[in-house]
């Protein structure tokens, strides 16, 4: 238990970071429209991308470098496609975090009521967010996310069960779920697994916030207390996608209504779904720990992406892969991405469905992306390089192609429904 205590931070900081958009919005999202038909999808997208998160964990305990570094052993090509995907990607996925986060802090402390400043809530989380990584570094994220983590599991392990005892607000085996074959309902399919339980481009940090556990630590663990911590944190993840589906197919699939387009009347209904189920005694908790979560999953975005940028920077500029023992690049990464997604958000305020299509832009982009990155962390963790005693057993061989394939073919399904 000693040692466990001394690994758990990675895998607890991938849940936290996994259960914001893909379970808050996307799957109570699922619920509400489609009741339990998307059920399979979101277990699908959950067993068949295990495998590539988990090697990020297993490359980094092995090899004591991170994924980054193995693309750079596949080929400089690998490192500037990553580079390219993570650009491409990071400021919509850093600005539909970051709307959804802003919108549950406007609902807290409702700061629209007392600033006309449209953007109030998303610039004080922005600012607020950056200067807790540039001057608190990995240990204030690492304690702060298991605070929040267990806060929003218990509360969340209490309503899912009060409204399976209650049962569902509508008779939902008498309403019809819309056709999600249907060419306007692919997209949400693609979005929902696009994220679920994150994007797969981001396996990447599991690797590095390995690393900096170690260092911080001062604890170098075995693999199996690694994937152990990890494994901890990633069921638990996909456990909760499920209440969230449920809350939402319950509470709201059949009644008539739909869950709001605006980020904060989004955080609004969300956290009535809880209020509705456990009481209104419950508001404040709720509210907090959405809040506190949402929170949480911006810190871990904005400092995966850094550490990312850092890292494939170093590799890319510099003639050595030493690490810098400043803090300058990770502090100007930080800022990159910041900017970039408050401008993005920005950019998309003033549509009415703006945040609803950032969130699905923002998905579907990671779920195209997804077939090469997982291809290469399963290559990485088979190369006759690579610790034998580490490599995968046949379990996770026969699940790393089986996701590789249905990622792939999901992609190129939706290609062709998009334009052919």
């Not at 080929?75 to 802003?102: C, D, E, K, R, S």
Request: hydrophobic share 50%; net charge positive.
């Amino acid at each position: 238990m000693k040692n466990f205590l001394k690994t758990l931070g990675p895998g607890i900081l991938f849940a936290s970071t996994a259960i914001g958009v893909s379970h808050l919005v996307q799957s109570t999202r699922a619920g509400a429209g489609y009741g339990f038909t998307l059920l399979w999808a979101i277990a699908l997208a959950n067993i068949l991308k295990f495998p590539f998160f988990e090697y990020g964990s297993r490359y980094a305990n092995a090899t004591g470098t991170s994924l980054i570094d193995g693309y750079k052993k596949v080929g400089n090509w690998m490192l500037y496609l990553y580079f390219l995907i993570t650009i491409a990607t990071m400021f919509f996925v850093t600005a539909a975090v970051g709307a959804v986060t802003a919108g549950f802090m406007d609902n807290l402390f409702g700061i629209s009521s007392i600033s006309n400043i449209k953007m109030l809530p998303v610039i004080l989380l922005f600012v607020i967010t950056l200067g807790i990584l540039a001057i608190g570094k990995f240990q204030i994220l690492d304690s702060m996310i298991k605070v929040v983590g267990i806060v929003l599991f218990l509360s969340t392990i209490t309503a899912f069960f009060i409204a399976l005892y209650k049962g569902p607000t509508a008779d939902i085996s008498t309403v019809k779920a819309p056709d999600i074959w249907d060419a306007a309902n692919i997209t949400f399919l693609i979005a929902l697994m696009g994220w679920m339980p994150t994007a797969v481009d981001l396996s990447t940090w599991n690797s590095l916030w390995t690393l900096e556990k170690i260092k911080t630590s001062g604890y170098k663990p075995t693999l199996k207390e690694t994937l152990r911590e990890f494994n901890l944190g990633y069921w638990i993840s996909a456990f909760l996608s499920i209440c969230f589906v449920t809350l939402g197919a319950f509470l709201m699939f059949g009644t008539g209504k739909e869950m709001p387009n605006g980020s904060a009347s989004f955080a609004s209904k969300v956290i009535s779904l809880y209020t509705d189920t456990m009481g209104n005694w419950s508001y404040w908790i709720i509210a907090a720990s959405g809040f506190s979560i949402m929170f949480g999953t911006s810190i871990g975005l904005f400092d995966g992406y850094a550490r990312s940028l850092e890292r494939v920077g170093e590799l890319i500029f510099l003639k050595k892969s030493d690490v810098h023992q400043n803090r300058k690049p990770y502090t100007i990464a930080l800022f990159i991405t910041g900017i970039g997604g408050f401008l993005i958000i920005w950019f998309f305020s003033g549509n009415p469905k703006g945040f609803k299509l950032l969130i699905d832009i923002a998905t579907t982009l990671s779920f195209l992306v997804a077939p090469i990155i997982a291809f290469i962390n399963y290559r990485l963790v088979t190369m006759r390089d690579f610790p034998k005693e580490a490599r995968p057993g046949l379990l996770m061989h026969i699940l790393s192609i089986t996701g590789i394939i249905f990622l792939t073919g999901f992609s190129l399904f939706f290609l062709w429904t998009k334009f052919f």
